[in-house]
């Protein structure tokens, strides 16, 4: 079975560009979530869907972050405009139910 | 929000040794889940606790769900090489998962 897949795997961009992340969820799995790994603050939730609709988006830093999820095969992390301090590594992760969850491979961000 | 403190940041030992890693909170958690990533990966579920006092294992790894509720720990027993990575609890609750900050285990041969 696939896992979560995640694009791209990478990627450098300039301050002031759009960032669009990517994650299909494992097929069945009802919740979907957007965390953010950096070395100073770990692991830290951004969103979380339940069924496609945004429950708890409290971890989101700023109205420059936005998610989407259209589908139950689709969710997108924009960011507009981007930042330095935005880079850090976005994990999507599904799960059948709130706990145990899997996660993607991760996008690398890295914004000049 | 909640927070959990995990320790030790960081482990050195020997190939063979056995490892232990625990982390404890303030607050009281659902569901105990025991997490391994490897560079350039995501995190990995190991072991998930569901029950005060659950005692689980998985291969040369063991966990247990603390009798409070406010802290697990991990065991690793007979380290080998590929057993380096980065250990995450999370604690499980209303508001989804908490991680702890990790604990970097270093195996040298």
């Known amino acids: 079975d696939a896992g979560v897949i995640q694009s791209p795997r990478h990627e450098v961009t300039e301050m002031g560009q759009e960032v669009t992340l990517r994650c299909k969820p494992i097929?069945?799995?009802?919740?979907l979530f957007w965390y953010r790994q950096t070395m100073m603050r770990g692991l830290e939730l951004l969103i979380y869907?339940?069924?496609?609709?945004?429950?708890?988006d409290s971890g989101m830093p700023e109205d420059r972050f936005s998610a989407k999820m259209p589908n139950a095969s689709f969710s997108t992390l924009k960011i507009q405009p981007s930042e330095p301090r935005d880079s850090a590594v976005y994990f999507c992760?599904?799960?059948?139910?709130?706990?145990?969850?899997?996660f993607g491979p991760g996008t690398r961000l890295t914004v000049l | 929000g909640q927070q959990l403190n995990q320790s030790p940041q960081s482990m050195f030992i020997q190939e063979g040794e056995d490892v232990s890693m625990n982390c404890t909170s303030s607050?009281?958690?659902?569901?105990w889940l025991w997490y391994k990533q490897d560079p350039g990966e995501g995190p990995v579920l190991l072991i998930a606790?569901?029950?005060?006092?659950e005692l689980t294992s998985n291969g040369r790894l063991t966990a247990q769900f603390g009798i409070t509720r406010k802290d697990s720990f991990l065991n690793i027993s007979a380290s080998i090489p590929s057993d380096v990575g980065i250990y995450f609890c999370?604690?499980?609750?209303?508001?989804?998962?908490?991680f702890g900050k990790g604990t970097h285990l270093i195996i040298q041969p």
């Open positions: 992760a599904s799960s059948p139910g709130v706990d145990e969850q899997f």
């Open positions: 097929s069945g799995h009802d919740y």
């Open positions: 869907f339940n069924n496609n609709v945004p429950i708890d």
């Open positions: 607050s009281i958690f659902n569901t």
């Open positions: 606790l569901y029950k005060a006092g």
């Open positions: 999370s604690g499980g609750g209303a508001d989804g998962l908490t």
